[in-house]
């Protein structure tokens, strides 16, 4: 009786969730096959789902307009940077703020939190300035820099780490361990999963930017992809739908890889911290 | 209010001082000063470049020929994208890292000048009377010239052949009155749906709407005051909105529609720049269509368009970089430049050669260039534009009356200012 | 002791506090000081030349009807996007963890897909979806026998569609973030209530609901924050129009920084982050439990 209700109502559910995955992916699906259209049928009216007549000259002319690697090379270690620092930086304030008690921190902790708040437009033109004052424009440290420790990494560690019991830590320091004994071999390896979150969650940021990497790189060889993308997709008066789709599919699909190595992680750093 | 006004007041001064890059030279305005002679000789030392779209992915290559005339020279072009690259430049300038030149929307001009981030034209680099007119002109601000338009590009009417034959209409109209009967006739008798398809509002719109006000006789500005409630401005208006009162223009056609749509003959007519002969004929329209000439009221005016070069007052090659400006403008080099680009010369005499001459449809773009304006180059046009914009998009989508649309531009441009 | 305890907060801390001061804190105090005066982008190279305003900005922003305008199309954006993610997103991650459901991996990656796709390249694909005519969404709907608008052209439509596609590309964050909360509760609350009788419901209501408030306030307050900061749809879909049915907030600061008026626009974004600040208080108060804040 229970296994059938069970039965039924996975049913259900699945009907559900595929219908639901259905709209969720339907864009991404559209824009995959479209990508392999020529110009004039990407514009036919009425749509079509496949390609009539598939062609890969839409990627053949990005990549043969294109610096592809080096481009691809650019975004890779802007974001690589970016999150590699932003994890190192980000998880020892965060545990600073949740777990030790010293003069500021309340403070520091209002600032993270008053940052998260304003929006990012506000500060965007004072930045660069900044920026090009310390002789930095057109360097991998002006694209950097500023995204380096994010107030919302440390605002979402400090939530991590707050839920790591005090009992551990605290019998840690009984035994004589130093903090940044302890951070280094008992709060780091239980954030695990949390690391894995906001990596993801800053190296997407940092993929998927376009205004900084545009102001700050004053020559083509220190475009990212975004960027490069952008230079080729739109012109003044017309799109190029087509070449436009296969650059989107080229831009998405190492975050795509990345996330669905990533995902079962990811899942489990915004929840599992120190509870196993 | 008084205890505030301290704090703020200090740190207006901090941030001041973090924006000026601790004391680098603040004063200089570049409409205070005199336009600077450049050296004699040929041209040396790198020569940076942005340009955007097209032209900067061709400019690179094109610009080998400038350094084989001029071996100790070299011309370093980044392509940037349009999208942005308004705020690329204006944040270049405000962080002084600009290259030596670039390619400036002729709409910008106004704006980047009176930075003072723009060199001003050296005395007899080019001369004016080699330029159209109107694209002269979208490079002076206050009275003093900024750059050099590069290429350019007006605005006629596409006429479906099909259409205009079934309708009877032989002849482009001469006239508002011939216009208006040539576009229902396009819709009676031509099978189109609509008669003719005009912006109904939304960015850019001004540059379609502009020409009928420059017909009527009316002006953006009078003597540094906007001048759009004159009766000129808000007859023009009138007449555009009377199209979409009559049913023969689509108040909101779908994104990418125009086209298909032109080519199978539901729309008769529209107004756009030379690229539509490329889209078109990437759209099965090749031969099907015609283009007209402006119709005259007082003035049979259309809209130019285009790009400018400009020379950065932070440039660290002045001299290299007006001397690539001066060998761009030239006729031949522009003729060069039309055949790699399909961009139009700014230089009347690049018209001349047969590479032009020869094809019809660029001959009536030609034609018109000799009777087509862009707005005064005042620092908030893109804003003043963007107001102007909107209020189209209510005469046309509202019951909003073309006077009180005239009024509301006015009011609306007023309060911006022209940035002087 | 005191001392030295804040000696090894602030090692920790410190690498963090600097680059947050120089990059970002110090960025945000010139803006605050820009929206005090009338500086615009011509100024730029002579700051100390602008005038001084004290609040006129902000004064004006109030008369400013296409900002009020701007503010009541970003109060419908949370009114309608933050229940509808937060709902759906809920809806969803209960469904994936219920335990009945196969290849949970797939769903997960793929709800989560909108979230990591770059706005500007899939708003090409929205527009195409949103086509009167020939659209996918309309094709739809004539399915059932209803006669879709041109959504992106009107302006009673126009925001519900920009709203639809908000809510497309949010619903995978919160699901994430709730599949995370609903793993997080202990075995042993469900144990208990079990043992107990408690129904399927009883259990959602009594174990569940409770458990997740802390993330519940978290998807809020984020999903608040977010919204009201919502630029890049409306921009890259209808650059805020029809007549202005789009403009968002967020979209008015980017337009008046286009436009060079930095004074003005940075009044407006302060005026914005008060609203996010107030707004946020708001929740906490609602939502509070120990565990977070």
């Known amino acids: 009786m229970k296994r059938r209700r069970d039965r039924n109502a996975a049913i259900v559910l699945h009907t559900v969730l595929i219908a639901g995955l259905a709209i969720m992916i339907a864009p991404f699906v559209w824009m995959v096959l479209s990508s392999f259209k020529g110009e004039g049928e990407v514009r036919r009216t009425p749509p079509t789902w496949l390609p009539a007549d598939p062609t890969l000259a839409n990627y053949r002319e990005l990549f043969e307009r294109l610096d592809f690697p080096l481009y691809f090379t650019n975004s890779v270690i802007v974001a690589v940077l970016v999150t590699v620092g932003n994890l190192l930086i980000c998880s020892a304030t965060g545990y600073a703020l949740a777990k030790l008690r010293f003069l500021g921190r309340r403070a520091l902790f209002v600032l993270v939190l008053g940052n998260l708040m304003v929006p990012p437009m506000a500060t965007f033109v004072p930045q660069f300035v900044l920026v090009s004052n310390l002789g930095l424009v057109n360097t991998f440290a002006g694209l950097v820099l500023p995204n380096l420790a994010l107030a919302v990494n440390v605002f979402l560690m400090r939530q991590f780490i707050l839920s790591i019991p005090d009992d551990l830590l605290e019998s840690a320091r009984v035994d004589g361990a130093g903090e940044w004994r302890i951070y280094w071999r008992i709060v780091l390896p239980l954030t695990g999963p949390a690391l894995a979150t906001v990596g993801i969650l800053t190296f997407l940021g940092s993929w998927n930017n376009f205004l900084w990497p545009l102001v700050v790189a004053t020559t083509e060889d220190k475009y990212t992809l975004p960027v490069a993308l952008a230079l080729y997709s739109v012109g003044q008066n017309q799109t190029q739908y087509g070449l436009l789709l296969a650059g989107s599919v080229t831009i998405i699909l190492p975050i795509l890889v990345i996330f669905a190595v990533l995902q079962r992680h990811f899942v489990r750093g915004i929840a599992t911290t120190g509870l196993k | ?420 | 002791m005191r001392l030295r305890r804040s000696a090894v907060g602030w090692s920790f801390a410190l690498p963090f506090a600097a680059l947050f001061a120089v990059f970002l804190v110090g960025p945000v105090l010139a803006s605050l000081a820009m929206s005090f005066t009338d500086i615009r982008s011509a100024d730029v190279r002579s700051p100390l030349a602008v005038t001084f305003l004290g609040f006129d900005n902000y004064v004006r922003l109030f008369q400013d009807e296409q900002f009020v305008k701007a503010a009541g199309n970003t109060l419908v954006v949370v009114l309608l996007g933050l229940p509808l993610t937060v709902v759906l997103g809920m809806a969803a991650a209960l469904g994936l963890n219920s335990g009945l459901v196969r290849f949970r991996a797939i769903f997960r990656v793929g709800y989560y897909l909108p979230v990591v796709t770059s706005i500007v390249a899939i708003s090409v694909v929205w527009r195409f979806l949103l086509q009167p005519d020939t659209g996918l969404l309309n094709s739809v709907l004539g399915l059932v026998g209803i006669e879709g608008p041109n959504w992106l052209a009107n302006t009673s439509t126009a925001l519900p569609a920009v709203i639809m596609m908000i809510v497309w590309r949010g619903i995978g964050f919160q699901m994430v973030i709730f599949l995370a909360g609903l793993q997080a509760i202990p075995g042993e609350l469900y144990e208990a209530a079990r043992i107990d009788g408690a129904s399927r419901w009883a259990q959602f209501w009594h174990v569940t609901v409770p458990s997740l408030r802390p993330t519940l306030l978290f998807v809020t307050v984020i999903g608040s924050i977010g919204l009201l900061q919502v630029f890049e749809e409306p921009f890259v879909m209808t650059r805020g129009g029809p007549l202005g049915s789009t403009t968002t907030v967020a979209y008015s600061v980017y337009s008046q920084f286009s436009f060079g008026n930095y004074g003005y626009a940075s009044a407006m974004s302060y005026v914005l982050f008060l609203a996010v600040v107030l707004l946020s208080i708001l929740w906490f108060r609602l939502l509070r439990s120990d565990e977070v804040g």
């Open chain 2, 1 to 420: 209010m008084r205890t505030w006004a301290r704090p703020t007041a200090v740190l207006a001064v901090v941030a001041a001082v973090a924006l000026s890059g601790c004391g680098r030279d603040s004063g200089d305005n570049g409409t205070d000063d005199a336009a600077q002679p450049i050296s004699e000789g040929k041209a040396s030392g790198e020569i940076t470049v942005w340009a955007m779209g097209t032209e900067g992915e061709k400019l690179a290559a094109f610009a080998a020929d400038f350094m084989k005339e001029n071996p100790d020279a070299t011309v370093k072009v980044t392509p940037i994208p349009w999208d942005g690259a308004h705020d690329k430049i204006a944040t270049a300038i405000a962080g002084g890292q600009t290259p030596d030149l670039s390619l400036i929307g002729t709409t910008w001009m106004g704006e980047f000048a009176r930075t003072g981030g723009l060199d001003q034209l050296p005395t007899d680099l080019v001369k004016e009377g080699d330029f159209f007119p109107g694209a002269w002109d979208t490079a002076v601000v206050d009275g003093k010239a900024y750059g050099v338009p590069w290429y350019v590009e007006t605005r006629l009417f596409y006429v479906n052949k099909d259409v205009a034959a079934k309708a009877g209409v032989t002849a482009p109209p001469k006239t508002w009155e011939e216009l208006t009967a040539a576009i229902s006739a396009f819709k009676q008798k031509g099978g189109a749906t609509w008669g003719v398809s005009l912006q109904p509002g939304g960015t850019g719109s001004w540059q379609t709407v502009m020409p009928f006000v420059w017909q009527n006789g009316g002006e953006v500005t009078n003597a540094d005051a906007f001048s759009f409630d004159s009766p000129q401005v808000s007859d023009a208006l009138g007449y555009y909105e009377s199209f979409f009162d009559a049913g023969l223009a689509p108040k909101d056609l779908p994104q990418g529609q125009l086209e298909p749509d032109f080519v199978k003959g539901s729309i008769g007519a529209f107004i756009s720049g030379p690229w539509h002969i490329g889209i078109l004929e990437g759209q099965g329209g090749a031969g099907k269509y015609d283009v007209w000439h402006m119709p005259s009221r007082k003035a049979a005016t259309s809209f130019v368009g285009g790009g400018d070069l400009a020379v950065f007052k932070d440039a660290k090659n002045r001299d290299g970089a007006w001397k690539f400006v001066s060998w761009l403008s030239q006729p031949q080099t522009q003729v060069k430049w039309y055949q790699a680009t399909s961009d139009l010369p700014a230089v009347k005499a690049g018209w001349d050669d047969p590479a032009l001459t020869g094809d019809p449809m660029l001959a009536a773009f030609g034609d018109q260039l000799s009777d087509a304006k862009s707005p005064p180059a005042i620092g908030t046009w893109d804003q003043v534009a963007a107001a102007f914009d909107a209020e189209i998009e209510r005469l046309v989508k509202t019951d909003e009356t073309a006077a009180d649309a005239a009024k509301a531009i006015q009011q609306k441009a007023a309060t911006i200012g022209t940035g002087i």
